[in-house]
């Protein structure tokens, strides 16, 4: 959390969290670099939405989510942590063009059922507030409920 108030202070107004590395490999059979690039997943996206979580509280920057976008589901997870919009750059790579229209038509699961217009909304009614004096780095201060959502 260090790191993202010094890059705040230092003018950044979004941060990006995470991006994969690229990690080179060897083929030790034919003695042959690799590319390592190895598109990410759904399960990829859990140390973001950690963080996002944990800085949506105390940051004034912009979170953007990457790194597991693959899905609208995901889209829908991260923006409820707190991430004001997302990076889907496997599923691009992977889906193509296609795979935009299939993520924003499943990224409001059931978001009729609990009477909200939009993902949008839903953040809203129940995302806390930020503020740029947050409370103790606790446990129980940085961590959401595990039994659902409530408004």
Do not use: C
């Amino acid at each position: 959390m260090n790191v993202a108030a010094s890059f705040e202070k230092a003018g950044a107004n979004a941060l990006i969290l995470f991006n994969r590395l690229f990690e080179p490999d060897i083929d030790v059979e034919t003695l042959t670099k690799k590319a390592g690039y190895r598109p990410s997943e759904s399960g990829d996206s859990l140390v973001a939405l950690r963080w996002i979580g944990l800085l949506a509280k105390r940051s004034k920057a912009d979170l953007v989510g990457s790194t597991g976008v693959s899905s609208g589901k995901d889209i829908a997870r991260l923006i409820l942590a707190g991430a004001n919009s997302v990076q889907a750059v496997s599923a691009l790579l992977k889906n193509h063009g296609a795979a935009v229209q299939k993520m924003l038509a499943n990224s409001t699961p059931g978001m009729t059922e609990h009477k909200f217009a939009n993902l949008a909304a839903s953040a809203a009614s129940w995302r806390v507030p930020r503020t740029a004096t947050p409370g103790p780095t606790t446990a129980a201060s940085t961590s959401r409920p595990s039994s659902g959502l409530t408004k």
